[in-house]
């Protein structure tokens, strides 16, 4: 999850934002949260319905109500890569899916009061507030904008992610709140970070030695827990 003061006061009062993902869900399930501001503030789930999936993106307002609209998902959305994003203008609320705007069958995508800030945090396949609701997802691509996107710079993002053209809104663009790319290679490894246990020739380590095992100050042993043997306990491979 993230937190910010930009990002908190961003997706709050009649701020327009959008929510945008390249998901894949893996199998049905009640409450799956797919991009969260706690339950107080906003959300997306994909949940199941009536034999599918529906997209159910809502927001709380200062009023203390609910406003909810509903989606129905692809008949193709499990275990398949979506583009997803949801958008609010100040007033309205759409959801689109693979660049198409779908229509709610339920909800009238009117939001007559502002939306409410919480403290909690922004988190992807999670709800802060209700730990146990957590998504069945894989994503690529995360990101949230302080603008609502026209269905031209979605279509454009979703085709740049496909490495079909340019985006139209680019990382670096100030309207971007959160860019995160799963999809990325660690190409180059940062070294400037200072690791202790690292570190050789540690006049502190003379006369002893690593050992495995002790998990509640017991003596050390050759029991496996949490080792996952891929290093050595100095940290060599």
Not at 1 to 30: D, I, M, R
Not at 59 to 75: D, F, L, M
Not at 211 to 227: T, V
Request: aromatic letters at 12%; glycine letters at 8%; charged letters at 20%.
């Amino acid at each position: 999850y993230a937190s910010s003061g930009e990002l908190n006061a961003s997706l709050s009062g009649n701020h327009p934002f959008t929510l945008e993902a390249e998901v894949k869900q893996t199998e049905s399930k009640g409450l799956n949260v797919l991009l969260s501001k706690g339950d107080q503030q906003l959300g997306l789930r994909a949940d199941p319905y009536e034999g599918g999936i529906v997209l159910r993106f809502f927001v709380k307002t200062e009023t203390q109500s609910w406003v909810q609209n509903e989606y129905h998902a692809p008949a193709d959305w499990l275990n398949n890569w979506h583009h997803v994003a949801a958008v609010f203008d100040g007033s309205r609320l759409a959801v689109y899916c693979d660049g198409e705007a779908l229509s709610p069958f339920s909800g009238d995508n009117q939001v007559a009061s502002p939306i409410s800030a919480s403290d909690s945090p922004f988190g992807v396949n999670y709800d802060a507030v209700n730990p146990d609701r957590t998504g069945k997802n894989l994503y690529t691509k995360v990101r949230v904008y302080k603008k609502a996107l026209s269905a031209r710079e979605i279509a454009a993002q979703m085709a740049a992610d496909q490495g079909k053209g340019n985006y139209a809104v680019g990382a670096d663009d100030p309207s971007v709140l959160l860019w995160l790319d799963f999809s990325d290679a660690v190409s180059k490894l940062d070294d400037s970070i200072y690791d202790y246990y690292a570190e050789a020739g540690r006049e502190d380590m003379a006369g002893r030695y690593y050992a495995f095992g002790g998990d509640w100050n017991d003596p050390a042993n050759h029991q496996d827990y949490c080792n996952n043997g891929l290093i050595s306990s100095d940290r060599t491979p």
